[in-house]
């Protein structure tokens, strides 16, 4: 058979839709207006691309491959909008560490006595370590919840153990 008769995407594997960060089955999609904000800029941006793809005639193949995975994340993320329970840190409670809290640790003892380390607690999507922003699921989120300034805890760290004290609890609008 000539292979002028046979599609492109017939010998190929389905596309790969990237999953977006996990949230636990059963818990709740906690996000900071921020992040419901960015969400929504990501939809804006997808549904964007999406058009251009759509107006794109050139190569039939390649178009339904790219909507397909446009159309996965936009589903996806449609999922994730509905499911988003705000939390504005403003309203938390100030004594103690919650959701959307910056806070900072101090190594009291273990790996790097004297360390300071400060993250701010955040939905899973906008989670980026990078800049300190730490998933509310994460396991040193989940360790530090609940958590009062001077109080002092023990963070396993893979096989290490630090013992830590809370020195600051924030809940800024821009973190």
Known sequence: MSRAFVK?????EAPIIPP???LPAGVPNYVRPQGLEKLRAEL????????????????????TRQLTILNGKLNALNGRIASAKVIDPQEQTTDEVRFGATVRLRTIRGSQ???????????VDEADVTQGLIAF?????????????GEKLL?????????VEVQEIRYDQTS
Do not use: C, Y
Request: charged content about 35%; proline content about 3%.
């Open 44 to 63: 804006e941006a997808l549904e964007t691309e999406r058009s251009a793809v759509e107006a794109n005639r050139e190569n039939d193949a390649d178009r």
């Open 113 to 123: 006595p004297g360390t300071i380390r400060q993250f701010t607690i955040v939905g």
């Open 20 to 22: 977006r960060a996990a």
């Open 8 to 12: 492109e995407d017939d010998a190929g």
């Open 137 to 149: 699921v994460a396991p040193i989120a989940q360790a530090v919840t609940g958590a009062k300034v």
């Open 155 to 163: 963070l396993k760290l893979g096989r290490l153990e630090d013992e």
